[in-house]
């Protein structure tokens, strides 16, 4: 096959041998055009092969933008930054959900539609009480934000706007109320119910942190934080749980089963994983002294360790959230007085030699968001284990966000992909007595 080749600014040309076929070619708003290759099939008899879909679009979205060369991320148009600087997380969730910054009285009403589902329902602790004290938080996640459609069948109907609006804000009103008994139960402490008279953040941290014999307040920078941490997650385009939900939502599976099948995903040390994978690395690591060994490993084509924090899929600059990130960072050791902090010193050292370094140089691997928050979140209290578990809670309002999206658009169909089969061809059944 020849190569596409673009001939006109509507069109490109795929030239197989003496056939050609003209392809429109599609415009966005900002970013790369895309070939339409949506009759290709038709009109060809081939796919195209895109594993990892590096050049694949899989859809048209108005939500979250990224320049991957440039370091942008824009949610709804707005920079990451304007948005994290000045506002809270429940005013991103208007603006990816909706397509606009609310107005005061749009922000109260919104605010207190979420304050008012807060709580689960209270057969949900028995549920929780069926796993082992010693389960990992998300496997607890997954499961329970997959039960949510067992107990709020009265939002499942994917046909009607108003049950899809309430499944809305179930999720993102009851995703901290869930995280946070995920975390209670690993611990053997007993839940707490949501304060509404709370903003979302500090909610959250008191529903982690309070028990009944100690009453806890809140500090407003570390709520502060943990909300710019979840402004930070809350959407970042067609990534691989982002897919995933939009993937599951094409059947028109319920969205609580959709948004469960992002947790999974959101799971693995490749995606949400990383900040716990980072922040077990720094400790490896250990000292100082010792990054040069493990900068070394990290080179290596022989030796499977890689930088975790380091490298992103689309960002081949500084991840526009890791600077902001690095800054909550400083601010929340800076108020929880911790002055050194060793992993700090050898997450500052190892950005400082990799930057530097020909091999992250060349292949444009920078610290992505990943690389700070876990010292943010473990500074913060959070055991490791419930990183991706705050990950999952602030990106459910993109997954949704993204999934309503895709409901509501009139030509959408069921996600099936092709494929390039290498396997055996036909050949006939032999008996197990014949076999060799
Ligand atoms: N350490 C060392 N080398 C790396 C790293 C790393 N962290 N990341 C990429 N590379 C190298 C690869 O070995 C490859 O080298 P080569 O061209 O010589 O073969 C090259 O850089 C390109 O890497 P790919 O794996 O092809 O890049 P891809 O886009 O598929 O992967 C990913 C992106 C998965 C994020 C990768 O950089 C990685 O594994 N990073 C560590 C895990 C991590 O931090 N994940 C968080 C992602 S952000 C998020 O989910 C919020």
Redesign the pocket.
């Known amino acids: 096959m020849d190569a596409v080749s673009k001939t006109s600014p509507t069109t490109a040309t795929l030239k197989v041998g003496d056939d050609s076929w003209e392809l429109p070619i599609l415009s966005g708003t900002i970013g790369p055009d895309v070939v339409d290759i949506g009759k290709l099939y038709g009109q060809t008899g081939m796919f195209t092969y895109d594993p990892?879909f590096?050049s694949t679009a899989s859809c048209e979205s108005q939500i979250t933008y990224i320049d991957g060369d440039a370091g942008v991320l824009l949610y709804r148009g707005y920079p990451i930054e304007q948005l994290a600087e000045n506002g809270d997380f429940l005013e991103t969730c208007y603006l990816l959900l909706y397509g606009e910054l609310p107005t005061a009285a749009q922000k109260a009403d919104f605010d207190y539609r979420v304050t008012r589902h807060t709580m689960v329902h209270e057969q949900m602790s028995r549920f929780f009480h069926g796993f082992r004290r010693d389960a990992h938080p998300m496997a607890v996640l997954v499961a329970s934000v997959g039960a949510m459609s067992a107990f709020y069948h009265d939002s499942t109907d994917i046909s009607d706007p108003q049950q899809r609006m309430i499944a809305s804000i179930r999720m993102i009103a009851k995703m901290p109320t869930l995280a946070a008994m995920a975390y209670k139960y690993s611990i053997g402490q007993p839940f707490v119910y949501p304060k509404n008279d709370l903003d979302y953040a500090s909610n959250f941290l008191r529903m982690c942190f309070s028990v009944p014999c100690e009453e806890y307040k809140a500090n407003p920078v570390l709520s502060r934080a943990i909300d710019r941490i979840f402004i930070l997650?809350a959407d970042?385009e067609q990534?691989?749980s982002t897919s995933t939900v939009r993937l599951a939502g094409s059947s028109g599976a319920n969205p609580f089963a959709c948004i469960a099948a992002g947790i999974a995903c959101l799971w693995g040390?490749?995606?949400?994983g990383?900040n716990e994978?980072?922040l077990k690395m720094l400790g490896e690591i250990g000292s100082v002294d010792r990054i040069p060994e493990y900068i070394k490993r990290?080179?290596d084509?022989n030796d499977p360790f890689?930088?975790?924090?380091?490298?992103?899929?689309v960002y081949k600059n500084y991840?526009p959230r890791a600077k902001i990130m690095q800054k909550t960072c400083h601010e929340v050791l800076g108020e929880l007085g911790i002055k050194d902090d060793p992993l700090l010193d050898i997450a500052v050292e190892l950005e400082r030699i990799a930057l530097q370094d020909e091999?992250?140089v060349e292949?444009k691997?920078y610290p992505?968001?990943?690389?700070y928050s876990g010292i943010t979140l473990r500074a913060l209290g959070f055991p490791t284990a419930m990183f991706t578990v705050l990950?999952a809670l602030a990106r459910t309002v993109g997954w949704i966000g993204q999934w309503k999206e895709m409901i509501e658009d009139p030509g959408q169909r069921i996600g099936r992909p092709r494929q390039l089969y290498t396997g055996a061809v036909q050949r006939d059944y032999t008996s197990i007595a014949r076999r060799k």
Request: proline share 3%; net charge positive; no cysteine.
């Open positions: 990892g590096t997650h970042h990534n691989a040390p490749a995606h949400g990383a994978a980072a990290a080179k084509k890689r930088l975790m924090g380091f490298g992103h899929r991840d091999y992250f292949r691997l992505n968001i990943d690389f990950f």
